[in-house]
């Protein structure tokens, strides 16, 4: 039997990346997902590659406008959900001298608030027994330069992983969450990250320098690491975080 056979999942920010990946293997494995996006055109692409167990809803993690309309939106495609991966979030680096209030805000509003209300709009769905995952970040836990506003987002991640995996016990709601290491995503790009050609490679160079494996992580090493926390073989874990980063924080 499929790990995921007659859930429903919904995984924010769902259109690209690991959120995508992830939808791709909860699918593999029996799920019905809900994947949301800032465009519906994105949605729509996305949805069309995942195939008949795939639906999205608009949802931006920046906007609490947007956020408020989550509940209603994913309750007119499934009743209830099992598992909720809160994936949405963006990656933006400066200096602290540097550092703007609406750059700060921009990160802290997506990756740490958005995440937040986001889950607290979907929570009356989550059915008892269900899992939430957070995607955080191997930022949360090592130094780098120009890092400080996104890790403490991540950071912020991880203590709300314990505090609600405490607050959701008398529901038996699991509360989980994984740190990526460095992976290969569309959001490692120049326009993406501002950087030249030149300067995209030079710092991969760096990062892999650091990475014992020796490599990027992959989207889909990173889907199956959400999977396990979503499935029924990690039902003794709570308030748990793992670092799927080719040993760069535990052999570094």
Do not use: W
Not at 16 to 43: L, M, N, P, Y
Not at 86 to 114: C, L, P, Q
């Amino acid at each position: 039997m499929k790990k995921l056979a007659n859930k429903t999942a919904i995984i924010t920010g769902g259109n690209s990346g690991i959120g995508f990946a992830t939808a791709q293997e909860f699918i593999a494995q029996g799920a019905k997902v809900i994947i949301t996006g800032r465009s519906q055109a994105a949605i729509d692409e996305a949805v069309s590659k995942l195939g008949e167990n795939a639906y999205g809803v608009i949802a931006d993690s920046n906007s609490m406008e947007s956020i408020k309309e989550l509940n209603n939106r994913v309750k007119a495609i499934a009743p209830s959900v099992d598992i909720v991966f809160i994936n949405a979030g963006m990656g933006k680096f400066n200096s602290v001298d540097e550092m703007t209030e609406e750059m700060f805000d921009e990160i802290m509003d997506t990756n740490f608030k958005g995440a937040y209300f986001s889950l607290q709009q979907l929570l009356p769905l989550v059915n008892e027994g269900g899992s939430i995952i957070f995607n955080t970040s191997i930022n949360a836990h090592i130094g780098m330069a120009g890092a400080s506003v996104y890790a403490a987002s991540k950071a912020a991640l991880l203590s709300l992983t314990k505090n609600l995996a405490v607050e959701l016990l008398p529901r038996k709601i699991r509360v989980n969450s994984v740190s990526p290491g460095p992976v290969g995503t569309p959001f490692y790009a120049t326009d993406k990250l501002g950087m030249t050609e030149e300067q995209l490679k030079q710092m991969g160079e760096a990062v892999v320098s650091k990475v014992p494996i020796g490599r990027f992580g992959t989207m889909e090493e990173l889907a199956k690491v959400v999977t396990f926390f979503a499935s029924d073989d990690s039902t003794f874990l709570l308030g748990s975080e793992l670092i799927a980063d080719g040993g760069m924080y535990n052999l570094g």
